[in-house]
């Protein structure tokens, strides 16, 4: 899912539906606007535009649904979560934030039926247990971006809540002009954080462990089938299971990373990386084979990345730019 924060125009939102539809894989545009605080843009016509227009079909390789940001309590919200439910549209969106949002933006969801299978929580790390509570009798499901809440502070990954609860695990990046972009890091992080704090929390009461209760299998599963889950195609991908799409990532048992394997759970979880990935298929269809994308759409996208790189510093100026990458690091 690609949670578009930069929709601040129609035609922002149609540029990035194009780069959707420009790529051979399935995706998911999250239709978002962190840009106004006035959520009126859901229901002002464009959305229904865009939906009429380019999601016509629910079988299709790109999908959408809705990117709502942090769950503030302004006017308006409550129209816009409504037109959500009447179209039958997943909605993703930040709670659980220091400082942000709180069990406040909970309340409000629940009381208003807005809480569901097809909601996505991004954190979700600073709630009470009553939060948590609600979120579990809704079916709703927990992104983690483990990599993000340790480095920018929304608060501590929720793996502890999300076990006590049995809540939904999915994972996510939070942003990829910042961290990794991989689903092995965001496993690994996952897992460090679950792990650290365990055994900070021991050692701090003199004890130690023998076992963690985080697993290797449950941080796979949050990546695969998780993701799937929270997406509401759990039917269709996410394992391998005869009757499905065949969306598949198959590693190399022969790179220095990937000899010998002895736990493959464990060593895919540990030890691979995005170049142990030999090929790709998406719908049946291999995408990347041999370590090698093929097509020619890499060589466009990476140009126009970089001219919007370039763009970008020049119109913020050396000084800034090296300012805010300094801050950055």
């Known amino acids: 899912m690609d949670w578009c924060h930069g929709a601040q125009t129609p035609e922002y939102a149609d540029a990035a ?4 539809f420009d790529l051979p894989g399935r995706t998911r545009f999250g239709y978002g606007n ?20 380019r999601f016509s079909s629910p079988d299709q390789l790109v999908t959408m649904q809705l990117a709502l940001d942090a769950v503030s309590l302004v006017p308006n919200l ?37 809480l569901s299978p097809t909601s996505t ?24 971006s483990a990599e993000s809440e ?21 994972l996510s990046m939070d942003t990829v002009v910042w961290w990794s972009g991989d689903m092995f890091s965001a496993m690994r ?18 004890n130690g462990i023998e076992r963690n209760e985080l697993r290797a299998a449950d941080v796979l599963r949050y ?11 759990a039917d269709r991908i996410g394992s391998i299971t005869p009757g499905k799409l065949a969306d598949l990532v198959l590693l190399r048992r022969d790179t220095p990373a990937m000899t010998p394997v002895s736990n493959p759970i464990g060593h895919v979880v540990f030890q691979a990386g995005r170049g142990d990935i030999d090929t790709v298929m998406v719908n049946g ?28 510093k020049s119109e913020i100026g050396d000084a800034e730019w090296n300012k805010a990458i300094g801050t950055a690091d």
């Open 189 to 206: 992080a996952t897992l460090d954080a679950d792990r650290g704090l365990a055994f900070l929390r021991a050692h701090e009461a003199g």
């Open 150 to 170: 340790l480095n920018a502070g929304q608060g501590y990954p929720p793996t502890g809540a999300a076990r006590r609860f049995g809540l939904p695990v999915s």
């Open 34 to 53: 962190l840009f106004t605080n006035d959520p009126s843009w859901v229901y002002s016509g464009d959305v229904d535009r865009m939906l009429n227009a």
């Open 285 to 312: 269809k291999v995408l990347k084979h041999q370590g090698v994308l093929l097509g020619h759409y890499l060589d466009r996208a990476r140009r126009l990345a970089s001219e919007s790189l370039d763009h970008l």
């Open 121 to 144: 929580l991004v954190h979700a790390a600073t709630l009470s247990d009553d939060s948590y509570r609600r979120i579990a009798d809704s079916g709703a499901h927990l992104s983690i």
């Open 17 to 20: 539906v194009d780069a959707h």
């Open 223 to 233: 990546a695969t089938l998780g993701g799937a889950e929270a997406l509401g195609m």
């Open 78 to 114: 409550t129209t816009a979560f409504r037109y959500a439910k009447e179209r039958n549209l997943a909605v993703s969106s930040h709670v659980g934030i220091f400082g942000v949002t709180g069990d406040d933006s909970i309340r409000f969801l629940a009381d208003n039926a807005f």
